[in-house]
């Protein structure tokens, strides 16, 4: 399941593209993937996006589920300050996806990706006219090349 935030806490000053936008790339990027879908209720709630308030919506739909959170592991230093982090660890196991592949003193399970390839990264090429084609899914390329996404960060 793919959850866009409509407004992620951490870049209220600066989203990187409407919610509507990122949700068309995601939607595009794996519509021929079975098993995967996009999950819109994020981006359908009004203000900032929290975690943990979908992670309770999704125990009060699926009672007796276990939740595998995965995040990248560039969020490590700022997980501290997600919403009731706390109460979120207790409904959710984290997964950390290492792009580096390091061990981490974390107390969490990691997998390690094999691609290099970072959110910030794409969008400075962007800004540099550089492509991004190989990057993410060539569905995700064009959806930025026809809304004209990133070029003004």
């Given at each position: 399941?793919?959850?866009?935030a409509?407004?992620s806490?951490?870049?209220?000053d600066?989203?990187?593209?409407?919610?509507e936008?990122?949700c068309q790339?995601?939607?595009?990027?794996?519509?021929?993937?079975?098993?995967?879908?996009?999950?819109?209720r994020?981006?359908?709630?009004?203000?900032?996006?929290?975690?943990?308030?979908?992670?309770?919506e999704?125990?009060?739909?699926?009672p007796?589920?276990?939740?595998?959170?995965?995040?990248?592991?560039?969020?490590?230093?700022?997980?501290?300050?997600?919403?009731?982090?706390?109460?979120?660890k207790?409904?959710v196991?984290?997964?950390?996806?290492?792009r580096?592949?390091?061990p981490?003193?974390?107390?969490?399970?990691?997998i390690?990706?094999?691609?290099?390839i970072?959110?910030?990264?794409?969008?400075?090429?962007?800004?540099?006219?550089q492509?991004?084609?190989?990057?993410v899914?060539?569905?995700?390329c064009q959806?930025?090349?026809?809304?004209?996404?990133y070029?003004?960060?």
């Amino acid at each position: 399941v793919f959850l866009p935030a409509r407004i992620s806490p951490h870049k209220i000053d600066r989203p990187p593209a409407s919610a509507e936008a990122r949700c068309q790339m995601v939607a595009e990027s794996i519509k021929d993937e079975p098993g995967f879908f996009v999950d819109d209720r994020e981006i359908r709630r009004e203000g900032a996006s929290f975690t943990v308030d979908t992670v309770r919506e999704y125990g009060e739909e699926f009672p007796g589920a276990k939740f595998f959170y995965f995040i990248g592991d560039d969020n490590l230093d700022e997980l501290h300050t997600w919403k009731e982090i706390d109460q979120l660890k207790s409904l959710v196991q984290f997964v950390i996806l290492s792009r580096a592949g390091m061990p981490f003193l974390a107390e969490f399970p990691m997998i390690t990706r094999l691609v290099e390839i970072s959110s910030t990264e794409i969008r400075n090429r962007i800004v540099r006219g550089q492509s991004v084609r190989y990057m993410v899914p060539y569905p995700a390329c064009q959806v930025i090349k026809m809304l004209g996404l990133y070029k003004n960060d």
